[in-house]
């Protein structure tokens, strides 16, 4: 089963993550329904993308599906990772994505979200950037997203606490556009689409991709790039790595050492 629902009415296509059973985890069945939902859609000359949940959701995404990555010796967040797919199609997409937010977010899914172009959230939304409890060595482009969202400080916080951001807090720093009370959510997100979709597409389109390449023009030495994958490569080949990844499977909390 795809795990996703998806429409088209009006140029405004809404995607639904439907696996409460998963609590719409990542997998690469899920992301690969959500990329073939956006391919529709671009065929269809979409001019507006809503992404969201199940209505009422109390966790919008767990993030991605740690049972699918590796347990060590091996990126487990590569170029051709489901996740990395999903991120690149929704920045490439040629018309703007709303995500709406009910529930809480987490790792890979926060990242996601970050990457589209407009949050709506409820008051009990709540985002989690959690690669330090699993003892997981985030990528370079996976950082950037998370840099193009908010301040320094602010990734700072979500990277090295883990802990949950709530939406008004994320909404103060400007990484979420707007908090809504869920009983308006829908109505204020598709009132927002709608917006968007009367307006010109091929401006918008043209505008989003300006933007993309701007926020990616961070100049890096072949040197620096080197040293990054290199430091990444010490924590996945580390003990701590393939402690969390089976704590998180055993269901208990992990042991990390440092090593």
């Not at 991605?64 to 991120?87: A, N, Q, T, Y």
């Not at 490439?92 to 994505?97: D, G, K, R, S, T």
């Not at 990734?155 to 990484?175: C, D, H, S, W, Y």
């Not at 009983?183 to 401006?203: C, Q, R, V, Y």
Request: charged residues 25%.
């Amino acid at each position: 089963m795809d795990h996703v629902r998806d429409t088209l009415q009006a140029g405004v296509g809404t995607i639904t993550l439907d696996h409460p059973e998963r609590r719409n985890a990542l997998s690469a069945d899920l992301v690969g329904a959500v990329i073939a939902a956006l391919e529709r859609f671009e065929a269809a000359k979409a001019r507006v993308v809503i992404l969201r949940a199940q209505q009422g959701a109390r966790v919008w995404s767990a993030g991605h599906d740690v049972g699918e990555l590796p347990e060590s010796r091996r990126d487990p967040l590569g170029w051709d990772d489901p996740l990395r797919h999903l991120v690149r199609r929704i920045e490439l997409f040629p018309a703007p994505v709303i995500a709406m937010i009910e529930g809480t977010v987490w790792g890979g899914a926060t990242e996601t979200v970050f990457a589209c172009d407009l949050i709506v959230a409820t008051p009990d939304a709540s985002f989690a950037v959690t690669p330090a409890k699993l003892g997981v060595p985030y990528n370079v482009s996976g950082m950037l997203t998370f840099l193009n969202a908010g301040s320094l400080r602010a990734v700072k916080e979500l990277a090295f606490t883990a802990r949950p951001m709530g939406a008004a807090r994320a909404e103060q720093l400007g990484i979420v556009n707007y908090v809504v009370p869920a009983d308006e959510i829908e109505a204020f997100t598709a009132e927002l689409a709608g917006g968007i979709a009367a307006l010109a597409p091929l401006s918008i389109a043209v505008m989003k991709e300006q933007l993309r390449i701007l926020a990616g023009a961070h100049p890096m030495s072949p040197q620096g790039f080197e040293r990054i994958q290199g430091l990444r490569r010490v924590v996945y080949d580390s003990h701590d790595y393939r402690e969390g990844i089976r704590a998180f499977k055993e269901k208990r909390a992990p042991q990390f050492r440092g090593e």
